[in-house]
């Protein structure tokens, strides 16, 4: 297969930009000049027509396996009032028989008027007697009906679990809000659904990533029944797409520790090769961990969900095994807490596996230079900067916003940038990711931007999609830029990323998208001009023209 005609950047490390490149046995076997390559007599030749072309973009902290559930619950994330959400379930009961539970995702009061947490009261009149538990939008809240909290065995006596609370009214009754790992309490009693259902939902979240321009994604935290239905379509043939799993929970870390190495399932689809640990909460719910108090909840400097000694055994354990290792730390405390230990078990010498910090959300001064010295990888989704600048200078007050969302900084300071969105969080669109990266604006219209000497460039932006992502998981070698014997996972863009108005950034497409070489994902006007040989039998379509 030879493409050709285009704008594509390779990203290797000169920052090539060529015009040609030829794709055979799904790997990339020349980028260079047309002149240079001699197609073979029968080999199929597509025209860019000029487009822009990029190796797929890879989303390096992204849930899969909780977008895909997401799509099999109640989606709370337009909803603008506690009213709104209760209809919903209202709604939803009607359709259920009795004491049937309703799931939901995505709530989110920082967009609410008044933005109180909700309470189970409204749940219980909309829908009485049906357990309900609802995913707050960064997954570090749930908000319960009366009828969950009873079956959960939750009261006015019942006592936080370690690295959680249970938010009680002024008379310390529940007030159906449980915070971080008190949210366990619940939701392990949630029916999950059926392999057939979920397997479908995979298959269509895939499908939508794929029309955004991702041909893979880091999905820190994924658990056994998810890895089980992952495997099923890749033996299917019905995963084009490329997930690096970190584990998460005791049972699915027991299975692999006994395994005792990494696993990669179908022609690099699957690795399941990190850990995945929570070292804190969420901004938004105040449960990130602080070295001084919140300024809007001046008794509460957040969560410490698992003791750093525990942190750094299974560091040490799952490093000593080849994995490697992503800790989510959110609040200053938090990062400096994880840096701490990753300090200690780099000093242990021995295998030296890939560490990264998920979120480095809210730094320290004196922790900003400490990722490049210790060559840890801070993992960082430029979208959550710009949904969470609404509010988070009433968390955080002025002075610390200084070290927030601040990959400039990081930048500067010798170290490279995961790029990510955290989908379900935020949506699972690369481009709405690089263009905050590069504006730290919000999407809806022109912004001089917030913070805006945090900004990165559009180069840098795009390797942390791609070639910085795929150095973060140690694959280097194959994956992140188009340079011979690498894997053919590439985009072809409806507008060039690099000379679009900024505004534009986060309205680019793929119309093309390959994955291995095979189309993944096509536009209409490119779907029908491609040979009907490229197209694979799980490719989707979509119309961009508009
Ligand atoms: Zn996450």
Redesign the pocket.
Same mark, same amino acid.
């Given at each position: 297969m030879l493409l050709t005609n285009g704008r594509i950047h390779t990203l290797d490390a000169a920052g090539s930009v060529v015009d040609t490149l030829v794709v055979r046995d799904g790997r990339v076997a020349f980028a260079g000049r047309r002149a240079d390559v001699n197609p073979a007599a029968r080999e199929a030749v597509l025209d860019l027509a000029g487009r822009t072309v990029l190796p797929g973009l890879v989303d390096g902290?992204g !849930?899969l396996m909780?977008l895909a559930r997401a799509r099999l619950e109640l989606d709370l994330a337009a909803a603008r009032s506690e009213d709104e959400i209760a209809r919903a379930v209202g709604v939803a009961a009607s359709r259920l028989r009795p004491g049937e539970w309703i799931a939901g995702r995505g709530w989110d009061q920082t967009r609410w008027p008044g933005q109180g947490f909700p309470t189970r009261a409204s749940l219980d009149r909309a829908a009485p007697g049906h357990p309900v538990a609802l995913v707050r939008v960064? *997954?570090h809240a749930t908000w319960a009906s009366g009828a969950a909290l009873e079956r959960a065995g939750i009261g006015r006596h019942s006592a936080d679990p370690a690295g959680g609370r249970i938010v009680k009214d002024e008379r310390g009754e529940p007030t159906g809000i449980l915070i971080d790992l008190a949210q366990d309490l619940i939701r392990a009693l949630v029916p999950p659904p059926s392999e057939e259902r979920f397997d479908a939902a995979v298959e269509a979240v895939i499908a939508e990533c794929l029309a955004k321009g991702l041909t893979g994604a880091h999905e820190? *935290?994924l658990d056994l029944g998810a890895v089980a239905s992952y495997t099923r379509l890749i033996g299917r043939g019905r995963f084009p797409f490329r997930v690096f799993a970190a584990l998460s929970g005791k049972k699915a870390w027991r299975q692999y520790r006994e395994r005792g190495r990494p696993e990669s399932i179908g022609d690099g689809h699957l690795t399941v090769g990190a850990i995945k640990l929570w070292l804190d909460g969420a901004l938004g719910s105040r449960g990130a961990a602080l070295h001084a108090p919140y300024c809007d909840d001046p008794a509460n400097t957040g969560l410490v969900l698992v003791p750093p000694e525990e942190v750094l055994r299974l560091t040490r354990e799952a490093a000593a095994l080849g994995f490697h290792v992503w800790v !989510?730390a959110i609040g200053d405390r938090a990062n400096t807490l994880v840096l701490d230990v990753f300090e200690r078990a780099l000093a242990d010498g021995g295998p030296r596996p890939r560490l990264r910090v998920? !979120?480095a959300q809210i730094l320290a001064p004196a922790d900003i230079p400490r990722f490049a010295r210790l060559g840890v990888v801070p993992s960082m989704?430029p979208t959550h900067c710009t949904s969470d600048m609404r509010w988070a200078e009433e968390r955080l007050g002025p002075e610390r916003l200084a070290g927030a969302y601040a990959w400039r900084s990081v930048l500067d300071s010798g170290a490279y940038v995961a790029g990510g969105s955290?989908f379900p969080?935020e949506d699972a669109n690369p481009f709405h990711g690089i263009h905050a990266a590069v504006t730290r604006a919000p999407r809806e219209g022109p912004d001089p931007g917030w913070q805006p000497a945090q900004r990165m460039s559009r180069e840098e932006a795009v390797r942390a999609f791609t070639i910085w992502n795929a150095r973060s998981i140690g694959r280097e070698a194959e994956l992140g830029s188009l340079e011979p014997g690498k894997r053919a996972d590439l985009i072809a863009l409806s507008e060039d990323v690099f000379a679009c108005a900024p505004e534009r950034i986060a309205r680019i497409a793929p119309v093309l998208t390959l994955v291995g070489g095979a189309v993944a994902h096509a536009d209409q006007e490119v779907g029908a001009s491609l040979p009907t040989s490229w197209r694979s039998s799980g490719m989707s379509t979509s119309d961009t023209s508009a």
């Amino acid at each position: 297969m030879l493409l050709t005609n285009g704008r594509i950047h390779t990203l290797d490390a000169a920052g090539s930009v060529v015009d040609t490149l030829v794709v055979r046995d799904g790997r990339v076997a020349f980028a260079g000049r047309r002149a240079d390559v001699n197609p073979a007599a029968r080999e199929a030749v597509l025209d860019l027509a000029g487009r822009t072309v990029l190796p797929g973009l890879v989303d390096g902290h992204g !849930h899969l396996m909780l977008l895909a559930r997401a799509r099999l619950e109640l989606d709370l994330a337009a909803a603008r009032s506690e009213d709104e959400i209760a209809r919903a379930v209202g709604v939803a009961a009607s359709r259920l028989r009795p004491g049937e539970w309703i799931a939901g995702r995505g709530w989110d009061q920082t967009r609410w008027p008044g933005q109180g947490f909700p309470t189970r009261a409204s749940l219980d009149r909309a829908a009485p007697g049906h357990p309900v538990a609802l995913v707050r939008v960064d *997954g570090h809240a749930t908000w319960a009906s009366g009828a969950a909290l009873e079956r959960a065995g939750i009261g006015r006596h019942s006592a936080d679990p370690a690295g959680g609370r249970i938010v009680k009214d002024e008379r310390g009754e529940p007030t159906g809000i449980l915070i971080d790992l008190a949210q366990d309490l619940i939701r392990a009693l949630v029916p999950p659904p059926s392999e057939e259902r979920f397997d479908a939902a995979v298959e269509a979240v895939i499908a939508e990533c794929l029309a955004k321009g991702l041909t893979g994604a880091h999905e820190p *935290g994924l658990d056994l029944g998810a890895v089980a239905s992952y495997t099923r379509l890749i033996g299917r043939g019905r995963f084009p797409f490329r997930v690096f799993a970190a584990l998460s929970g005791k049972k699915a870390w027991r299975q692999y520790r006994e395994r005792g190495r990494p696993e990669s399932i179908g022609d690099g689809h699957l690795t399941v090769g990190a850990i995945k640990l929570w070292l804190d909460g969420a901004l938004g719910s105040r449960g990130a961990a602080l070295h001084a108090p919140y300024c809007d909840d001046p008794a509460n400097t957040g969560l410490v969900l698992v003791p750093p000694e525990e942190v750094l055994r299974l560091t040490r354990e799952a490093a000593a095994l080849g994995f490697h290792v992503w800790v !989510h730390a959110i609040g200053d405390r938090a990062n400096t807490l994880v840096l701490d230990v990753f300090e200690r078990a780099l000093a242990d010498g021995g295998p030296r596996p890939r560490l990264r910090v998920e !979120h480095a959300q809210i730094l320290a001064p004196a922790d900003i230079p400490r990722f490049a010295r210790l060559g840890v990888v801070p993992s960082m989704q430029p979208t959550h900067c710009t949904s969470d600048m609404r509010w988070a200078e009433e968390r955080l007050g002025p002075e610390r916003l200084a070290g927030a969302y601040a990959w400039r900084s990081v930048l500067d300071s010798g170290a490279y940038v995961a790029g990510g969105s955290d989908f379900p969080v935020e949506d699972a669109n690369p481009f709405h990711g690089i263009h905050a990266a590069v504006t730290r604006a919000p999407r809806e219209g022109p912004d001089p931007g917030w913070q805006p000497a945090q900004r990165m460039s559009r180069e840098e932006a795009v390797r942390a999609f791609t070639i910085w992502n795929a150095r973060s998981i140690g694959r280097e070698a194959e994956l992140g830029s188009l340079e011979p014997g690498k894997r053919a996972d590439l985009i072809a863009l409806s507008e060039d990323v690099f000379a679009c108005a900024p505004e534009r950034i986060a309205r680019i497409a793929p119309v093309l998208t390959l994955v291995g070489g095979a189309v993944a994902h096509a536009d209409q006007e490119v779907g029908a001009s491609l040979p009907t040989s490229w197209r694979s039998s799980g490719m989707s379509t979509s119309d961009t023209s508009a």
